[in-house]
């Protein structure tokens, strides 16, 4: 069974930035997933519903939530078992945890981000 770890979140400054990782495991049949099948990121704000933040698909395109154009960015390396979400600008409404998620098979843990002064 194919399983993910987000990893790389923690405490930033408004305007710092994070890298967050995202790494499948799961023998062969993980092998090259996210090229396979693509990788999202999603958002969870205290209690709020989990929400889309960035996705890149099988063909590569890329989508991302009008929130953070300009300042995410999503990539997968070239193995396709690790994926990353770049976050810049980082404000306070970034904090929450981020998930990443194999559209239609499984969920990570999730990493807390944390934007305070």
């Known amino acids: 069974q194919v399983q993910l770890a987000e990893s790389g979140g923690g405490l930033v400054q408004p305007g710092g930035s994070l890298r967050l990782s995202c790494a499948a495991s799961g023998g062969r049949r993980s092998e090259g997933i996210f090229r396979l099948y693509g990788i999202s990121w999603y958002h969870q704000a205290l209690e709020n519903p989990r929400e889309l933040v960035a996705a890149i698909y099988s063909d590569g395109s890329t989508e991302y939530a009008d929130s953070v154009k300009g300042r995410f960015i999503i990539s997968r390396d070239k193995t396709n078992n690790t994926a990353y979400l770049q976050m810049d600008s980082l404000n306070t409404e970034d904090t929450g945890v981020y998930y990443c998620?194999?559209?239609?098979?499984?969920w990570g843990q999730g990493t807390q981000v944390t934007v305070t002064s």
């Open positions: 998620m194999i559209p239609g098979m499984t």
